[in-house]
């Protein structure tokens, strides 16, 4: 079993910028694949971000390339989502997601889930 907890999420400008870090605990953290998914209202939870177990390689959706940023620290058994410039439109909650070893876009991938987040672009 792996816990997730997520934090960072609040109120933001368009053209902020947030930190969201995620903290596992239960497991092996660096055997895990890390990702980043939200969900808008009325919405379906839709891919963010991911990273590989060892933090090499990254992925992003098309609409945050360039302004987002997913990272880890295997030591601290956290991972982080950077948001630069945000826009009204990234308002959502915001899920971190766990896999053993593979990652995936696909949110029925991922086994374990933390509570999420609220992310608000707004002026």
């Known amino acids: 079993q792996v816990q997730l907890v997520e934090a960072g999420g609040g109120l933001v400008q368009p053209g902020g910028s947030l930190r969201l870090a995620c903290a596992a605990s239960g497991r092996t953290f660096s055997n895990y694949a890390m990702a980043w998914f939200r969900q808008a209202p009325g919405k379906e939870r839709e891919f963010v971000a991911r990273i590989s177990t060892s933090g090499v390689r990254t992925y992003y959706t098309d609409s945050v390339n360039g302004r987002f940023t997913i990272s880890r620290d295997n030591a601290k058994n956290t991972v982080y989502l950077q948001m630069n410039n945000l826009k009204p439109e990234d308002t959502a909650v915001y899920y971190c997601?766990?896999?053993?070893?593979?990652?995936?876009?696909?949110?029925?991938?991922?086994?374990?889930w933390g509570q999420g987040t609220q992310v608000t672009v707004s002026s």
């Open positions: 997601a766990a896999k053993l070893y593979g990652g995936s876009d696909n949110a029925a991938a991922y086994n374990y």
